[in-house]
């Protein structure tokens, strides 16, 4: 929801972890205080995240359209067994797959859905797109990494009738059935966020899923400092 209205509004978000990863809040709940004087004194920077568009179009040619600033999710519906589709890229056809989904993520998604997947994680300023496969049958079917500037297409099998839910960061729902297409490519939208930390991205990802470094005597890898910001406590 923060997001939603700091994209909309134009407004750097800035988060603040009251959960238990929250990789992407910058400050824990016992830093309110620091957080606020931060704010006031616009002693923060501003880091731009890609985001993605993602569209709908019915067999009837009808369009509906949202975003996401992780990914969004292909998941079967109800009355699904195992979903069947084709996937292009740029209009090219490049495979189809019976799989219970597919994941279209963005670098910031990387350690999301897409991480859970078995995806790959992505540096944020690396600025591409994720497709990851959810439990497919087929022998073509690792996570790719796509330019930016890719367009995703993905169809479902008119063979048989088919119902799927696709879910924007698992808030905003869309619906499509056989016969519709989704599309997913780059916004022209980024979202800001505020940062008031610089730590390095490795740093990052030690510290919120508890990596085990310890033991390592490498002459550039400083033990780290449990009271660092952005340290799960």
């Given at each position: 929801?923060?997001?939603?209205?700091?994209?909309?509004?134009?407004?750097?978000?800035?988060?603040?972890?009251?959960?238990?990863?929250?990789?992407?809040?910058?400050?824990?709940?016992?830093?309110?205080?620091?957080?606020?004087?931060?704010?006031?004194?616009?002693?923060?920077?501003?880091?731009e995240?890609?985001?993605?568009?993602v569209?709908?179009?019915?067999?009837?040619?009808?369009v509906?359209?949202?975003?996401?600033?992780?990914?969004?999710?292909?998941?079967?519906?109800?009355?699904?067994?195992?979903?069947?589709?084709?996937?292009?890229?740029?209009?090219?056809?490049?495979?189809?797959?019976?799989?219970?989904?597919?994941?279209?993520?963005?670098?910031?998604?990387?350690?999301?859905?897409?991480?859970?997947?078995?995806?790959?994680?992505?540096?944020?300023?690396?600025?591409?797109?994720?497709?990851?496969?959810?439990?497919?049958?087929?022998?073509?079917?690792?996570?790719?990494?796509?330019s930016?500037?890719?367009?995703?297409?993905?169809?479902?099998?008119?063979?048989?009738?088919?119902?799927?839910?696709?879910?924007?960061?698992?808030r905003?729902?869309?619906?499509?059935?056989?016969?519709?297409?989704?599309?997913?490519?780059?916004?022209?939208?980024p979202?800001?966020?505020?940062?008031?930390?610089?730590?390095?991205?490795?740093?990052?990802?030690?510290?919120?899923?508890?990596?085990p470094?310890?033991?390592?005597?490498?002459?550039?890898?400083?033990?780290?400092?449990?009271?660092?910001?952005?340290?799960?406590?």
């Amino acid at each position: 929801m923060g997001a939603e209205r700091a994209r909309a509004a134009g407004v750097p978000l800035l988060g603040l972890n009251l959960g238990h990863v929250g990789f992407l809040a910058e400050a824990e709940e016992n830093e309110l205080s620091e957080v606020a004087r931060a704010v006031v004194d616009r002693a923060y920077r501003v880091e731009e995240r890609l985001a993605i568009d993602v569209r709908v179009t019915r067999a009837d040619g009808t369009v509906t359209q949202s975003w996401a600033l992780n990914e969004a999710s292909v998941e079967k519906g109800p009355d699904t067994r195992m979903m069947e589709f084709l996937v292009s890229i740029d209009g090219h056809p490049l495979s189809r797959w019976g799989a219970d989904g597919l994941v279209l993520a963005t670098p910031t998604g990387s350690t999301a859905y897409a991480w859970s997947a078995g995806g790959p994680v992505v540096w944020p300023d690396v600025e591409a797109l994720l497709v990851v496969p959810l439990s497919a049958h087929a022998l073509f079917a690792r996570p790719l990494v796509l330019s930016p500037t890719c367009v995703v297409d993905v169809e479902l099998s008119e063979r048989r009738r088919q119902d799927a839910v696709v879910w924007c960061d698992g808030r905003r729902r869309l619906t499509l059935g056989t016969g519709d297409s989704l599309r997913v490519n780059r916004s022209a939208r980024p979202v800001p966020l505020a940062r008031l930390h610089s730590p390095a991205f490795v740093a990052r990802l030690v510290n919120k899923f508890h990596l085990p470094v310890e033991g390592w005597r490498g002459p550039h890898s400083p033990p780290l400092d449990p009271n660092a910001p952005g340290v799960v406590r």
